[in-house]
């Protein structure tokens, strides 16, 4: 049954106010328009909706039980179109995006402060994980985008845009100190425990290869879940491993760790955005990518 949409909503008006004049009004309409729309209605659902009187007018049975669905159906498209009206002005909506560790803290908290600060009412969802894991999330819309390290080994429709470049830095405990004084190289490092990111991360992936370049297996005594507790287990004099240079300053200044020179020159990485390109964004999920885009894009969009 092919029935106008405009109907239902001066239906709904009309048993709502009981009177064809007051619907009229808040419609900014005539009252024989209004009487036109409802008789057609009745004759197209083969059933009176309205008893009328010289009272006004009442509601059938069949009049009420369309009432008691026209009248739900009516607030949820009036709910919808003050959300997406407030999306539209990012005064609500929703973002959620997945990050690795390393990205979190490379450059993710202080665009995540400035965004919360310009867009209070925006709900931020934010996911925890591996790069491949957060690729995946994407990959099954549970995010609207991802923020990773390298190497992302993506394909098409995906799409990375690099934020920031940074290097790995090779530490230890004060207990290898006697190893800052000389320049080490990867097969050297055998000789020691190593400290490494798990197997299913890309940083594990990315320093496998580096060392097979050299003829050399990756074989770490420890391997942790996150790129924040690698600090505390080299301190705690586990062994020695590589952290990226942002998060290594402060130790370094410290002097809770100590850095060991490398004779190997390891090729840069980044902190990347991961997105589908065949998958539109949200304004809310939109502009974030934006400010972050803005504030640390390597490259243009």
Same mark, same amino acid.
């Given at each position: ?17 009981? +009177? ?32 009328? +009187? ?7 049975? #069949? ?7 026209? *009248? ?28 690795? #560790? ?25 996911? +925890? ?10 990959? *099954? ?67 496998? #290869? ?23 287990? /080299? ?12 998060? +290594? ?7 809770? /760790?100590?850095? /060991? ?41």
């Amino acid at each position: 049954m092919d029935i106008t949409y405009d109907y239902y909503r001066i239906f709904y008006f009309v048993a709502k106010y009981k +009177s064809f004049t007051r619907a009229a009004s808040v419609l900014m309409n005539n009252q024989p328009n209004i009487s036109r729309s409802m008789n057609n209605l009745e004759k197209q659902l083969g059933c009176t909706l309205f008893l009328r +009187s010289n009272r006004g007018i009442t509601l059938t049975p #069949e009049g009420k039980k369309l009432y008691n669905h026209v *009248s739900v159906a009516y607030k949820q498209l009036e709910a919808a179109e003050l959300e997406l009206s407030g999306s539209n002005t990012l005064e609500s909506g929703n973002v959620t995006i997945s990050a690795s #560790e390393t990205a979190l803290h490379g450059i993710l908290l202080d665009v995540l402060r400035d965004y919360h600060n310009a867009y209070p009412n925006i709900h931020i969802h934010i996911l +925890s994980h591996t790069t491949p894991e957060a690729i995946q999330t994407v990959r *099954s819309g549970l995010a609207d985008f991802c923020v990773v390290t390298t190497p992302t080994k993506i394909n098409r429709p995906f799409k990375e845009t690099k934020l920031m470049e940074f290097h790995e830095v090779l530490v230890g405990s004060r207990k290898y100190e006697e190893l800052s004084k000389r320049k080490m190289r990867l097969e050297d490092l055998q000789h020691y425990p190593m400290v490494c990111l798990g197997r299913n991360s890309m940083t594990y992936n990315y320093f496998s #290869e580096q060392f097979l370049k050299h003829k050399l297996v990756l074989d770490p005594e420890v391997e942790v879940a996150t790129s924040e507790q690698l600090i505390p287990i /080299i301190t705690h004099d586990l062994g020695i491993g590589f952290i990226p240079d942002f998060l +290594s300053k402060e130790p370094l200044k410290k002097g809770t /760790i100590i850095e /060991i020179p490398l004779r190997e020159k390891l090729p840069a990485r980044h902190i990347c955005l991961v997105e589908d390109s065949g998958h539109a964004l949200s304004i809310a999920a939109t502009k974030l990518k934006h400010m972050l885009v803005a504030a640390h894009s390597l490259e243009k969009l």
